[in-house]
């Protein structure tokens, strides 16, 4: 698949919910093991929301649906990882022209414009233990994917592989921000949750995109 329009957009993101909505206890507990533990109850509420927002409406612009998704999240979630989340869909689809369609390569952008605004509101970088070190991996595939003239399915899966490799490379690191932060050395040894929410998410936009094929 080369183009993908506003509505297939807005029926994979209704595909992403469905999955993290399922895997809340599984988020819940990555999140147990080095936070708060209430990282999959945050998520599987926002993606709820997602689901009405997105079910009750119909859309021409792709950029549009980004946005219902990230200010959906952050409206429902708040707190930290409301904002994180909400920008990794919001962030790249601010000030952009109306599209009925949109490519790999801009897609891709998509998500390097969320890691570039996450780190700026943030101050993460990798070996952090947050998001960006699935983020940042991830964006990266993506834009290569995308540069070498890959389709959706393609750029995914190895979207897919990088933040997989992020996640299990977070293992390694002390964390530096949120509760994590005070377990010094006891954190290692377990992923970060939001990076492990994140390879949830692409995970099922490649499933959903392998689907219409």
Not at 63 to 81: E, K, L, N, P, Q
């Amino acid at each position: 698949m080369n183009t993908l329009s506003a509505t297939q957009l807005k029926e994979m993101f209704l595909a992403v919910a469905q999955e993290v909505i399922a895997a809340r206890e599984m988020l819940g507990e990555a999140d147990r093991n080095i936070g708060d533990g209430d990282h999959g109850i945050g998520m599987s509420n926002g993606f709820e929301a997602v689901q009405q927002e997105l079910s009750g409406r119909d859309f021409s612009d792709v950029y549009t649906v980004f946005s219902t998704v990230g200010r959906t999240m952050i409206r429902v979630m708040g707190g930290a990882s409301g904002i994180i989340f909400g920008l990794l869909f919001f962030a790249g689809a601010k000030n952009q022209p109306a599209r009925a369609e949109m490519t790999p390569a801009e897609f891709a952008a998509m998500f390097q414009k969320a890691l570039d605004e996450i780190q700026l509101k943030g101050q993460a970088k990798v070996g952090d233990k947050t998001l960006v070190d699935g983020l940042s991996p991830l964006a990266a595939a993506l834009q290569e994917s995308a540069a070498a003239g890959a389709d959706f399915e393609t750029m995914l899966a190895r979207g897919l592989a990088a933040a997989e490799e992020g996640k299990e490379a977070s293992k390694a690191y002390v964390a530096k921000f949120g509760k994590a932060k005070t377990l010094g050395e006891r954190a290692v040894g377990y992923p970060d949750a939001g990076c492990v929410t994140l390879t949830v998410i692409v995970g099922a936009m490649l499933r959903w995109l392998q689907a219409q094929a």
